[in-house]
């Protein structure tokens, strides 16, 4: 069923003028001719026909292909551009004002795409400025692949191709050529690129419906770019599968589109038509680059991914294809103001992936700093039994943290610590130098950043780094349990400085820091640490109990209603009272058979 397409508009009749209005608005650099609405053309600001000592390139069409063609004009690419009516050829008189008013002596490149009305508005527009004096050179790009040839007397269709032939252009007048070569070159690149666009959906015109043509499930291969009909409809398919068929049709030898053959050197345009995320583009980019590579035998010299000529709000993307020698490289890396041309995109492409950069606990140690020991100290011991009791505590806890987790923030919490506490479980048994307290938590907060992710994640991440900190400061191997102390406290001063959480925040600090209070004060009374550590576990499940009567000032409990926190204690507070719990009878239990 059609309906009305949403556009954020005034009258549909102005929305190219409004356009126009706006990209001046936008870019100090460019200007249009006062002679709204008939004469539609934005300028270079800096130059003027009388004085102008380089050749001009002048390219446009119909509007609603934006950036095309305006956002390329700017020094080093397009001098004016002339805009139609959407999808409407510009008028004669609307092209030779942009000649007049750019023209100088060096003349005049006309940048033409293949479409009836472009070809006759632009060609007699052509003679028009011969008969007055111009010099005028007029190259038309036919760049579609998606139509097997011939054609008739229509040929292929101009698509994104021909922003390539624009900079190409743009590059050599800049660098001051003349006319001929200037036309010269255009006409080469025009002749070295191929261009295939893919289509989810149609575009709806301004004021118009939105037509259903394409149904779910479906895409358009060759889709034009003013929504006419493509080559064929098809099944939508993973975008492997369509970037394979595109490249094969542009690529054939049978049709010949592009005299491009296996070790040539090329480069790559991914064009959205207008309502593509970039992520998409960017994907199909990630997977079009390494299929020319190896299936086609081809060099990629550069890759240009964005929105270049759009359709309005069409959903889908074209892939050009350019035959590159080191010439047209140098035009295409040139400088140019254009604000639509793609910045970084110049320069040779070094590798794609480097390695990842170690941490320096794993890459400046000794091999075996970074194993288990094997033969483990009286701490050694300990620590270990205390680590394996809180993670299994952890993970036994896993279904109950995501079903408190459900009711006040996204379900997951029981899972995050899972993936935490396997991983500490895993590494533990391979690498923790468990002899050395300082390095073991250390490698605890290494396996916690990889493995949980999310808040909890770098919170925990945070806890052990601000521990590890404190506990390498003191040159004793054996850590001492006011040392122990001493650690926990930062680790809690820690979460709370960059978590922004307190006490009665409803967090895992709720836990945490009663448990910090009675630890230090039986410390100080001088019971053995045994004990010290047993006494704070039961203050740290009080508090995690009481986080039930709290009001979350953090994370996503803020956004809970009252009533619903009453209902259940917070997950991370209580998850962290269990392994802190877990862990001081594990001590206790050690230190009673020992």
Known sequence: MAFQGKKLINDPNDVVTEYIEGIVETY??????????????????????????????ISGGGSGHEPAHAGFVGEGMLTASICGDVFASPPVDSILAGIRAVTGPMGCLLIVTNYTGDRLNFGLAAEQARSEGYNIETVIVGDDCALPPPRGIAGRRGLAGTILV??????AAAAGHSLADVALEAKRASEMVGTMGVALSVCTLPGQVTSDRLGLGKMELGLG???????????????????????????????????????????L??????????MELMIAAGKTVPK??????????????????????????????????????????????APHWPV????????????????????????ESLSRPLQLSQQGRILEVAIEAAADAVIGMRDNLNDWDSKVGDGDCGSTMYRGATAILDDMKKYYPLNDAAETVNEIGSSVRRAMGGTSGVLYSIFCKAAYARLKANSDSTVTAKQWAEAFEAAIAAVSKYGGASAGHRTLLDALIPALAVLKERVTAGDDSSTAFLLS????????????????????????????LATVPDPGAMAAAAWYRAAALAVRDKYQAS
């Open 225 to 267: 770019i003013h929504g006419e009909p493509g080559a064929a409809v098809a099944d939508l398919q993973p975008v492997d599968v369509v970037v394979s068929h595109v490249l094969r049709q542009i690529l054939s030898p049978e049709t010949n589109y592009v005299p491009i053959t296996r070790g040539n050197r090329v480069v």
């Open 292 to 337: 020319l590579q190896l299936e086609f035998g081809l060099a990629v010299e550069r890759v240009y991914t964005g929105s270049f000529m759009t359709s309005l709000d069409m959903a889908g993307f074209s892939i050009s294809i350019m035959k590159a020698d080191q010439t047209l490289l140098h035009l295409l890396d040139a400088p140019t103001q």
């Open 28 to 57: 100090p650099g460019l200007q249009y001719l006062d002679g709204f609405p008939e004469v539609k053309v934005v300028i270079r600001a800096d130059v003027s026909g009388a004085t102008y000592d380089k050749v001009a390139v």
């Open 269 to 278: 345009m991914i064009n959205g038509l207008g309502a593509t995320p970039m």
């Open 537 to 564: 576990s039961e203050a740290a499940l009080l508090g995690a109990e009481s986080t039930k009567d709290m009001q979350a000032q953090a994370g996503r409990s803020s956004y809970v209603s009252a009533g619903i």
């Open 344 to 367: 970084g995109s110049a320069g040779n492409r070094p590798p794609a992936k480097i390695p990842v950069p170690l941490p320096p606990s794993r890459s400046t140690k000794s091999e």
């Open 166 to 171: 624009n900079k190409v252009a743009g590059a």
